[in-house]
T-cell receptor
Framework: DADVTQTPRNRITKTGKRIMLECSQT?????MYWYRQDPGLGLRLIYY???????NKGEISDGYSVSRQAQAKFSLSLESAIPNQTALYFC?????????????FGPGTRLLVL | GESVGLHLPTLSVQEGDNSIINCAYS??????FIWYKQESGKGPQFIID?????DKRQGQRVTVLLNKTVKHLSLQIAATQPGDSAVYFC?????????????FGQGTTLQVKP
């Protein structure tokens, strides 16, 4: 969905490097999320944010940090990448106050840590 | 712990047949459920949702059935087409959590044979 974009789409890095994954959305949604997807494990929540001043840890936040620079931008950082952080990363958004919690996903970033 | 899971990891169907993908959830407080479709190289895409006050909801060629008694959710796809080949995820939202967080199942791969 072009309303939610992620950069880069693919990234190869080395152990110990710091990297940042970026997410932008034009849907005007307040809520943004970062997920990690591993084969056989579905999607797991890393961090989520309800607005610019609100950041919350998800179920697997260790080794990650986030920054909500604006309503439309939410970035995920790996301060010191390790091989078991190799995964597919997705950003998602949802509308606060909506009757449902439908989340809309970006195309994903494939990260390989060597 | 609470979990959302799928009965079968892979479902293979003939083009034109109907497909049924199942999902079991364990949190009785969940009140909203979503089915997502994820094609290769793309992010999850919303298909259909259902609230717990309903037991059936229909979309275009898709139907979601909810059985709260046995905590079971299913997605039915009519006249399955090659373009339906993808991984399908169910997700649940817990009532009153006000977090916007979704719990995802592991996914079922649907393969459509021509």
């Amino acid at each position: 969905d072009a309303d939610v974009t992620q950069t880069p789409r693919n990234r190869i890095t080395k152990t110990g490097k710091r990297i940042m994954l970026e997410c932008s959305q034009t849907k005007g949604h307040d809520r943004m999320y970062w997920y990690r997807q591993d084969p056989g494990l579905g999607l797991r929540l890393i961090y989520y944010s309800f607005d610019v001043k609100d950041i919350n840890k998800g179920e697997i936040s260790d080794g990650y940090s986030v920054s909500r620079q604006a309503q439309a931008k939410f970035s995920l950082s790996l301060e010191s990448a390790i091989p078991n952080q190799t995964a597919l990363y997705f950003c998602a958004t949802s509308e606060m106050g909506a009757l449902t919690e439908t989340q809309y996903f970006g195309p994903g970033t494939r990260l390989l840590v060597l | 712990g609470e979990s959302v899971g799928l009965h079968l990891p892979t479902l293979s169907v003939q083009e034109g047949d109907n497909s049924i993908i199942n999902c079991a959830y364990s949190n009785s407080a969940s009140d909203y459920f979503i089915w997502y479709k994820q094609e290769s190289g793309k992010g999850p895409q919303f298909i259909i949702d259902i609230r717990s006050n309903m037991d059936k909801r229909q979309g275009q060629r898709v139907t979601v059935l909810l059985n709260k008694t046995v905590k079971h959710l299913s997605l039915q796809i009519a006249a399955t087409q090659p373009g339906d080949s993808a991984v399908y995820f169910c997700a649940e939202n817990i009532s009153g959590s006000n977090t916007g967080k979704l719990i995802f199942g592991q996914g079922t791969t649907l393969q459509v044979k021509p």
